[in-house]
């Protein structure tokens, strides 16, 4: 994928069409994750699934969202690369198409021209399809100038398959050295490769995208914003506190989502982590008269329609 300006705006399926490309890898992806049916189970294919579904998760929540769309913390230059590495394993292309992208939706969430929108667009759209229109393939550098300047950034954008292919053949190379030298523990090659890279990633994307798609559409709106995010408990447990949706579209720019102490936000709570290590620091809060401003009456007790 080639690091382009975009300057498109609505992008129905008969504007530039299906980008072949991108969707087929995609779909495989998905139907190699049945292959965990033909190679079988065990623990250590199951830890290494769910360690790398969170890890990268909280590698999309806490940099590429957080970070890199919002800027909601600083880190130095290193460390905003390793995490892009990290992000770009995800299967969700590069941190400045991915950032370039969710800056637009904020500027136009659920207004004609928010690309994955399921109020204006339906739920399939919104939570998969979009990814996949011609029209949505370049970056939108215009809105990333801040990160634009990074070489190495650019060239993750440039080359966002190389991440996905590395992790997915060192998730193989494991399996193989296990097999070797630890037979007893009743994995493979074959069965890493599936468990750890494709099931993982599969489960990691779907997730991800709720937060596009089921976040417009169900649970609760503590605050009267311009779109129709919500609330949603059970994906912020999914999500690592992304769920916390309408929270964040009422302030986006701090690193906390989950605004209460009720509001479980794993991310965050890792990011006060990494700012104990001096790895990142100056997280934004939320500032108090923003708690209250814009506030819906009784929306504890009245669920979003």
Request: glycine fraction near 8%; proline fraction near 4%.
């Amino acid at each position: 994928m080639s690091t382009q300006s975009s300057d498109l705006h609505t992008v129905p399926w008969d504007d530039g069409g299906v980008n072949w490309w991108a969707a087929i890898p995609f779909a495989l992806v998905h139907v190699a994750a049945l292959g965990v049916f033909w190679v079988g189970i065990s623990p250590v294919a199951v830890a290494v699934c769910l360690a790398l579904f969170w890890v990268r998760m909280f590698a999309i929540t806490g940099f590429y969202h957080r970070y890199l769309s919002h800027r909601s913390y600083k880190t130095s230059r290193w460390f905003q690369f390793l995490f892009a590495l990290v992000g770009n394993s995800s299967v969700q292309k590069g941190p400045l198409w991915w950032a370039g992208h969710h800056r637009h939706h904020h500027q136009y969430s659920d207004q004609d021209q928010d690309v994955h929108s399921p109020i204006k667009r339906g739920f399939v759209y919104s939570h998969v399809g979009w990814i996949f229109a011609r029209a949505n393939s370049p970056t939108r550098v215009r809105l990333v100038p801040d990160l634009a300047k990074f070489p190495e950034l650019r060239a993750l954008d440039k080359f966002d398959v190389l991440m996905p292919i590395l992790l997915g053949t060192s998730c193989f190379g494991l399996g193989v050295l296990l097999q070797t030298y630890a037979p007893s523990l009743g994995t493979s090659g074959l069965q890493m490769l599936f468990w750890g890279f494709f099931l993982s990633t599969v489960i990691l994307v779907n997730a991800t995208f709720t937060i596009n798609s089921l976040s417009h559409m169900y649970g609760r709106r503590r605050y009267e914003t311009s779109d129709t995010s919500r609330n949603n408990w059970f994906l912020a447990l999914l999500t690592c506190g992304e769920g916390w949706h309408n929270n964040h579209h009422h302030y986006p720019t701090a690193a906390r989502q989950g605004f209460y102490w009720w509001e479980i936000d794993l991310t965050y709570y890792g990011l006060l982590v990494l700012a104990k290590l001096g790895l990142i620091w100056d997280l934004k809060k939320v500032p108090e008269h923003i708690l209250d401003k814009g506030r819906i009456s009784n929306d504890t007790e009245a669920a979003a329609a």
